[in-house]
């Protein structure tokens, strides 16, 4: 039912800044967690960051002061602002969506740092 499409991935170089978005359907948008989770190659996925319905946000420690995640309910519309990208942020980023009883995921969007 419920449909995420991700965008704003690419590749830049480090101390440089993208925006991610993630446009998603449906009427629930905006009374459900939303959450970026990122994974590299040959790692496991992790969690970014999350904002709930209301806008209370929260940050992986190795992402907080360099990333902003936000939301435009009005849009059904997720981003999440990179500064100061790092190399070890290389991966394919994903859209997540939790309704609470399951969670919903786009197709990633990549996203390579240089050095």
């Known amino acids: 039912q419920v449909q995420l499409v991700e965008s704003g991935g690419g590749l830049v170089q480090a101390g440089g800044s993208l925006r991610l978005s993630c446009a998603a359907s449906?009427?629930?948008?905006?009374?459900?967690?939303l959450g970026w989770y990122r994974q590299a190659p040959e790692k496991q996925r992790e969690l970014v960051a999350t904002i709930t319905g209301r806008g209370t946000t929260n940050y992986a420690d190795s992402v907080k002061g360099r990333f902003t995640i936000s939301r435009d309910n009005a849009k059904n519309t997720m981003y999440l602002q990179m500064n100061d990208l790092k190399p070890e942020d290389t991966g394919v980023y994903y859209c997540?969506?939790?309704?609470?009883?399951?969670?919903?995921w786009g197709q990633g969007t990549q996203v390579t740092v240089s050095s």
């Open positions: 997540n969506l939790d309704i609470g009883i399951k969670y919903y």
């Open positions: 449906g009427s629930i948008f905006g009374i459900s967690l």
